[in-house]
């Protein structure tokens, strides 16, 4: 009888040291179903910062790829695909679907790839613009015009997002940005 009672009482205590070892775990779930336990150090309205467990290292991922999160204190956070937005003009009974085409000026620029992670490639942006010299035309409103048209290619694409593989460069009359168009689906 003792010894069932041990048995007992050591299963018990071993069942509440394993739930302890997993409760004390944070919980991140991707939108492509990827499951990482660890612990999360940072959330940030762009990325969210954590160590896989039993691990020092600190890995960072793009906020976009987390589809929820189970903190260790209970707390739960979700967080929902950017979806295309329906552009509206000024006179209310024009309602511009557009096919459900994202408006270009929400299309967001990222320098880092972890942004874009998971994502889908929707194609290729490269814009070159030429000085005109003729009409004093500003570089840094050149600038704006070229990342304004690489937007356009992409919402045109039905992304939200540009990755910019090659920031704009500039020889002194051309300026280039090359990058790539991703989206949710």
Known sequence: MRTKTFLCLLFLMSGGCIYGQTASNDTINLRDGTQIIGKIHTIKETEVTFSYHNETVINTISKQRVKEIYLSSGRKEFYKEKEPEVIENSDPEV????????????????????????????GDIQVTKKLNVILFQSASKLEKQVLDEAKQQAANMGAHIIYVVQP????????KVIGIACGNR
């Open 168 to 175: 704009i460069t500039s020889d002194g009359i051309t300026f």
């Open 95 to 122: 309602l511009l679907k557009r096919d459900n085409k994202i408006n270009w000026a929400d299309v967001e620029i990222t320098y880092f790839a972890s942004d874009v992670e998971g994502l889908v490639k929707k």
